[in-house]
């Protein structure tokens, strides 16, 4: 149950890794579509924690392309019934994310992320 | 028997069996609802207003489905596979990380509006885990540094814990401070040996402005009695309307399966005969 609203905010905790640690990679995902509620206020609430170039792209490389390039001023209802899309009814079950700085793999599975560090990962 | 917190790691003691005697056990049911709804209203976040909270060490769910039923949308964080996998087959909302809190964080600043922790630091106080680990004190500081930057400013944190003694609350508030928080430790009716509750109530920013809340005196009220009955005729009348919302029935995960394909997506898994049914957790 990784949704790309928590995997926007989720940056590699390892040692020593402080740049370039977000956002992590996905990879072999494998994806459940669940309805969720559609809230409106949530979203635009929520909008300015979003990393708007990060979910682009996870979300197209995840196959989902609704959403624009650039953050539109005019929040229209068809943006945010995409947004709310993206950001809540995608969920990855299975895989795993990669940091683009350290390498460090975080396992996926049954939608829940191995989080756990190394010895030597430990701040 | 002493403390669970003595006995073992928690991801050992909170194994299978233990995970799902204390998940079914009904008293303890209703002290998690409790202590979860008061440290919401220890929370005090703005009414009607939705906000995105981190449930640290959210085991089974216990607290989450309060979340859920608030209308909150939430990240849990738990050490122990098996209460972890309880919180899949409740089919709480909320994100679950499998993540030892005593490691730290990695969220990006502002994350979370709030978060609420409910009987779970005293962990870092007491037992290693069998994962690789540190000194408490070292844990505590990298869980309270990580917290506080992943919090809002200015937003609150609030953790309701099982202190052996004075000093570990001491050495709870300590670290705490300096990680950046204000605030302190609120207890609940001081005077009574089983309802007295400790939580402790954290704040980012606001420059000195957040108020520090009152404990509540006296005896337990038999209002908080009444709120958890309230709530289980309302699982109870949920239960009867069959599924819950966010379980898909199978034609409509084909048929986002099929919108997923057409925009090129691979690796969407196959259709078979398990779609749409609900999994069970390994690890
Ligand atoms: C008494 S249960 C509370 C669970 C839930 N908050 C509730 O109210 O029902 C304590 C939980 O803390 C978790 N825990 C203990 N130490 C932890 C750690 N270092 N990191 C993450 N979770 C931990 C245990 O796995 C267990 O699920
Ligand atoms: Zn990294």
């Known amino acids: 149950m990784v949704r790309l609203i928590t995997h926007n905010l989720l940056a590699c905790h ?3 890794c402080n740049t370039n640690n977000f956002p992590l990679a996905f990879k072999d995902a494998q994806l459940e579509i669940r309805e969720a509620e559609f809230n409106p206020e949530f979203l635009k609430g929520f909008l300015p924690k979003i990393e708007w170039t ?4 996870t979300a197209r490389q995840l196959g989902d392309t609704s959403l624009p390039l650039e953050q539109p001023e005019m929040l229209d209802d068809e943006f945010l019934k995409n947004l709310h899309h993206v950001l809540l009814e995608i969920h990855v079950e299975e895989g795993s994310m990669t940091c683009p700085n350290c390498g460090h793999v975080y396992p996926i599975s049954n939608g829940i992320p191995n989080m756990l560090l190394a010895e030597h990962e430990i701040g | 028997m002493s403390r669970p917190e003595l006995q073992a790691p928690p991801e050992i003691y909170y194994g299978d069996t233990e995970a799902k005697k204390y998940t079914q056990n ?31 060490g959210c085991g ?7 979340l859920d039923e608030e209308g909150y949308i939430w990240a849990g964080v738990d050490i122990a596979p098996s209460m972890l996998e309880i919180a899949l087959e409740r089919e709480v909302e909320g994100d679950l990380f499998l993540q030892d809190i005593g490691q730290g964080f990695g969220f990006r600043p502002g994350s979370f ?29 990298r869980f309270f540094t990580t917290l506080h930057s992943a919090l809002r400013n200015p937003s609150r944190a609030v953790l309701q814990f099982y202190p052996s003694s004075d000093d570990q609350i001491q050495l709870i508030t300590t670290i705490a401070q300096k990680a950046g928080f ?6 609940d009716y001081p005077n009574s040996k089983k309802a007295k509750k400790v939580f402790l109530c954290l704040f980012v920013g ?9 404990g509540l005196e006296g005896e337990e009220e038999d209002d908080s009695k009444a709120r958890f009955e309230r ?13 819950r919302k966010n379980i898909k029935d199978r034609d409509w995960i084909l048929k986002k399966k099929e919108l997923y394909r057409k925009r090129g997506k691979e690796g969407v898994p196959k259709d078979s005969k398990y779609t749409g049914r609900k999994r069970k957790a390994v690890f």
């Open chain 1, 14 to 16: 390892a040692k020593d």
């Open chain 2, 182 to 187: 204000g605030g302190g430790i609120v207890v």
């Open chain 1, 54 to 57: 990060a979910l682009v792209d």
């Open chain 2, 113 to 141: 509006d709030a978060a609420i922790s409910i009987s779970v630091i005293q962990w870092l106080l007491n037992a290693e885990t069998s994962h690789p680990t540190s000194s408490p004190p070292h844990r505590l500081q």
């Open chain 2, 231 to 243: 709530r289980r005729e309302r699982e109870k009348a949920k239960a009867k309307h069959g599924k």
């Open chain 2, 206 to 214: 606001g420059g000195g402005a957040q108020q520090m809340p009152q």
């Open chain 2, 26 to 56: 009904t008293r303890n049911q209703q002290i998690q609802a409790d202590m979860t709804y008061r440290a919401l209203e220890l929370l005090a976040l703005p009414p009607d207003q939705p906000a995105y909270i981190l449930d640290i």
């Open chain 2, 60 to 66: 089974s769910g216990l607290s989450g489905e309060i």
